[in-house]
């Protein structure tokens, strides 16, 4: 279980983060929902080592701590990042990307690379296209395939939806679902609120740098105030 | 059939290769006769090597790097000290004399450019370490100074006795022949391809292409970018040395910021991340700048001077055509793409389609 505690991050006297705490239990999907700048890609960076927490912030995988690791460690111990706008090696051929997503395993890549292909049977068409000439979708679908290579425990995805033509996001939040079920728990960061609550076990709102509700998915898809700030309902 | 046609392609690369092989061995029987040629084919074969180490850095990793000169001088440096038969160095160090330490150190010329490489890439790892927290232009300008920094060093008078300073040194000994001098510096590069073409080259790749991402996958940013810097300054290193046999004597003004730009000229202009545009720049731009000689000359036709032929004149043409070459192909000869035998194929078979559509529009131009 990945467990964050009282996470608190500064960029430069202004406080992103201010003390957030929430749980991902194992083989479940979480979702972090809130507008720009509430802090959830900054939670995710912290996550991984790419940003570093404020002095008595707490991130524990099964209680180890992670802070104070470099990411490398922390990727190695079975948490995969897709960043925020795909970042897909674009001068690289689709099949290359996949490779180094596996970059710190040594073992055979053959059934994994399989796995991938048949979850995303795009990708397999275009194996030798360069990522850079793939459309959107097809690039967000490469950063998932390219995370689950590494093997995670642990996939964490910020705003995959970003971008994406509605009929697309509806197909990657079913692989997401899928992906789950094969026993890899999901951190999801999302504005598609209604998409994400409908997709997580569990789900978090986010407002300037703090929680300010959590509940299960469907619970917070009915939860007024929800309604009213993400999902364009009006309060009655 | 694939595979039919893998073995095809392996075919042609033996035939060439044999028939490379077949004009060195018709250059080395006649070496006194075609001297001039031999030296400019072997300044590029130099040239390449050191060409193809810095597109390791620049165009598949990514770091812009301006220390190559400084990296050949190392090298150069290091070749010609241990190489220089003892029983001559009395004579070369005529001012000074010779630091006792050196004065007897010798080893054959293949052991000296190992020296050569790996003394390179040691001064390379150390400097990399605060250096390669830069970026872009910042690493650039850094590395720009440190190779100014190795050249000032080299010809400072405090070390005449062991560079002997601005004198420069000479008597180095020459390749024994053509296959040993084309031989290395082919061999240097098959490995950096080796490597390209590795899990490594992979990882390099991915760093040039987007730094979070790579960091997001578990790679460790800074080792790679080290291990990177460090193997281009080995081969660059070895590149120097070999300058250093090719030339038999140097100076401290050979290492000076215009043989960078050179290299640099040669990556640019045979595309960045492209090992076989590198080799090919090479070759046309140390080729190009002697083939050009013919501008330096005055000339004369029907008893008129035709102005601007002068000395001098071949640089104007030279950077021209430089200009022209980067207009037109603006990624470089070869853009990122390698030479393979279906794309020469390709090239070929588009000619005729290409006159076709010419004389189609000028056929167009008189209607």
């Given at each position: 279980m990945l467990k964050i505690e009282n996470l608190k991050v500064n960029y430069g006297g202004i406080e992103a983060v201010k003390g957030v705490s929430f749980e991902v239990p194992d083989k479940t999907i979480v979702t972090l929902i809130g507008a720009n700048g509430a802090g959830k890609s900054t939670t995710l960076r912290s996550i991984v080592g790419l940003v570093k927490p404020s002095a008595g912030s707490s991130i524990?995988?099964?209680?180890?701590?992670?802070?104070?690791l470099d990411t490398t460690q922390i990727v190695s111990k079975g948490i995969a990042l897709v960043p925020e706008g795909r970042h897909v090696f674009p001068d690289m051929t689709v099949l290359e990307n996949i490779k180094i997503g596996a970059y710190l395993r040594n073992d055979s890549l053959?059934?994994?690379?399989?796995?991938?292909?048949?979850?995303?049977?795009?990708?397999?068409?275009?194996?030798?296209?360069?990522?850079?000439?793939?459309?959107?979708?097809?690039?967000?679908?490469?950063?998932?395939a390219r995370a689950l290579m590494s093997h995670p425990r642990i996939l964490m995805m910020d705003e995959p939806s970003l971008g994406l033509a509605p009929l697309i996001v509806k197909d990657l939040f079913s692989i997401i679902r899928e992906i789950n079920k094969k026993g890899v728990t999901v951190l999801l960061i999302e504005q598609n609120a209604n998409m994400a609550l409908h997709t997580a076990d569990m789900g978090y709102v986010m407002e300037t740098g703090r929680i300010t509700l959590s509940?299960?998915?469907?619970?917070?898809?009915?939860?007024e105030s929800v309604k009213a700030a993400y999902l364009g309902k009006k309060k009655n | 059939m694939k595979k039919k046609a893998i073995s095809k392609n392996k075919l042609y690369s033996l035939i060439a290769l044999l028939f490379v092989i077949g004009i060195l061995g018709m250059l080395q029987a006649n070496s006194a006769q075609y001297s001039y040629q031999i030296s400019i084919l072997e300044?590029?074969?130099?040239?390449?090597?050191?060409?193809?180490?810095?597109?390791?850095?620049?165009?598949?990793?990514?770091?812009?790097?301006?220390?190559?000169?400084?990296?050949?001088?190392?090298?150069a440096y290091t070749v010609a000290i241990l190489t220089i038969p003892a029983d001559t160095r009395a004579s070369v160090y005529y001012v000074d004399g010779i630091a006792p330490a050196i004065a007897n150190l010798q080893c054959p010329f293949w052991l000296a450019l190992i020296l050569a490489g790996l003394f390179s890439a040691a001064i390379a790892a150390i400097i990399g370490i605060p250096v390669l927290r830069l970026k872009s232009d910042y690493l650039a300008i850094a590395t720009l100074g440190f190779s100014e920094i190795i050249r000032a060093v080299i010809s400072a008078p405090q070390l005449n006795k062991i560079t002997n300073g601005s004198y420069g040194l000479k008597n180095i000994p020459a390749f024994p022949n053509l296959f040993v001098a084309f031989g290395l510096c082919g061999l240097c590069i098959l490995l950096m391809v080796l490597l390209i073409n590795s899990s490594y080259g992979r990882a390099f790749k991915a760093l040039r292409e987007d730094e979070v991402a790579a960091q997001a996958m578990g790679l460790n940013l800074f080792r790679y970018k080290e291990l990177a810097f460090v193997i281009s300054s080995f081969f660059t290193g070895v590149g120097g040395g070999l300058l250093a046999i090719y030339m038999r004597s140097i100076d401290s003004k050979t290492f000076s910021i215009n043989l960078t730009y050179d290299i640099l000229l040669i990556v640019v202009l045979g595309g960045i991340g492209s090992v076989t545009g590198s080799v090919i720049g090479a070759f046309l731009v140390t080729a190009g700048r002697e083939w050009l000689r013919f501008f330096d000359n005055p000339l004369t036709i029907g008893g008129i001077d035709i102005p601007l032929f002068r000395s001098g004149f071949r640089m104007v043409i030279f950077s021209i055509l430089l200009m022209a070459v980067v207009l037109f192909y603006r990624r470089g000869i070869m853009g990122s793409n390698e030479f393979s035998w279906e794309g020469l194929g390709r090239l070929i078979?588009?000619?005729?389609?290409?006159?076709?559509?010419?004389?189609?529009?000028?056929k167009g131009d008189n209607a």
């Amino acid at each position: 279980m990945l467990k964050i505690e009282n996470l608190k991050v500064n960029y430069g006297g202004i406080e992103a983060v201010k003390g957030v705490s929430f749980e991902v239990p194992d083989k479940t999907i979480v979702t972090l929902i809130g507008a720009n700048g509430a802090g959830k890609s900054t939670t995710l960076r912290s996550i991984v080592g790419l940003v570093k927490p404020s002095a008595g912030s707490s991130i524990t995988l099964d209680g180890e701590e992670l802070i104070g690791l470099d990411t490398t460690q922390i990727v190695s111990k079975g948490i995969a990042l897709v960043p925020e706008g795909r970042h897909v090696f674009p001068d690289m051929t689709v099949l290359e990307n996949i490779k180094i997503g596996a970059y710190l395993r040594n073992d055979s890549l053959e059934d994994d690379i399989n796995w991938v292909y048949t979850l995303f049977p795009r990708l397999k068409e275009r194996s030798w296209q360069l990522s850079g000439t793939l459309s959107g979708g097809e690039q967000q679908m490469l950063a998932v395939a390219r995370a689950l290579m590494s093997h995670p425990r642990i996939l964490m995805m910020d705003e995959p939806s970003l971008g994406l033509a509605p009929l697309i996001v509806k197909d990657l939040f079913s692989i997401i679902r899928e992906i789950n079920k094969k026993g890899v728990t999901v951190l999801l960061i999302e504005q598609n609120a209604n998409m994400a609550l409908h997709t997580a076990d569990m789900g978090y709102v986010m407002e300037t740098g703090r929680i300010t509700l959590s509940g299960a998915g469907k619970e917070l898809l009915a939860d007024e105030s929800v309604k009213a700030a993400y999902l364009g309902k009006k309060k009655n | 059939m694939k595979k039919k046609a893998i073995s095809k392609n392996k075919l042609y690369s033996l035939i060439a290769l044999l028939f490379v092989i077949g004009i060195l061995g018709m250059l080395q029987a006649n070496s006194a006769q075609y001297s001039y040629q031999i030296s400019i084919l072997e300044r590029s074969a130099i040239y390449a090597v050191v060409a193809v180490s810095m597109n390791l850095l620049t165009g598949f990793t990514g770091l812009f790097s301006l220390g190559q000169a400084g990296f050949m001088a190392i090298g150069a440096y290091t070749v010609a000290i241990l190489t220089i038969p003892a029983d001559t160095r009395a004579s070369v160090y005529y001012v000074d004399g010779i630091a006792p330490a050196i004065a007897n150190l010798q080893c054959p010329f293949w052991l000296a450019l190992i020296l050569a490489g790996l003394f390179s890439a040691a001064i390379a790892a150390i400097i990399g370490i605060p250096v390669l927290r830069l970026k872009s232009d910042y690493l650039a300008i850094a590395t720009l100074g440190f190779s100014e920094i190795i050249r000032a060093v080299i010809s400072a008078p405090q070390l005449n006795k062991i560079t002997n300073g601005s004198y420069g040194l000479k008597n180095i000994p020459a390749f024994p022949n053509l296959f040993v001098a084309f031989g290395l510096c082919g061999l240097c590069i098959l490995l950096m391809v080796l490597l390209i073409n590795s899990s490594y080259g992979r990882a390099f790749k991915a760093l040039r292409e987007d730094e979070v991402a790579a960091q997001a996958m578990g790679l460790n940013l800074f080792r790679y970018k080290e291990l990177a810097f460090v193997i281009s300054s080995f081969f660059t290193g070895v590149g120097g040395g070999l300058l250093a046999i090719y030339m038999r004597s140097i100076d401290s003004k050979t290492f000076s910021i215009n043989l960078t730009y050179d290299i640099l000229l040669i990556v640019v202009l045979g595309g960045i991340g492209s090992v076989t545009g590198s080799v090919i720049g090479a070759f046309l731009v140390t080729a190009g700048r002697e083939w050009l000689r013919f501008f330096d000359n005055p000339l004369t036709i029907g008893g008129i001077d035709i102005p601007l032929f002068r000395s001098g004149f071949r640089m104007v043409i030279f950077s021209i055509l430089l200009m022209a070459v980067v207009l037109f192909y603006r990624r470089g000869i070869m853009g990122s793409n390698e030479f393979s035998w279906e794309g020469l194929g390709r090239l070929i078979r588009s000619i005729p389609n290409k006159l076709k559509r010419k004389s189609k529009t000028q056929k167009g131009d008189n209607a």
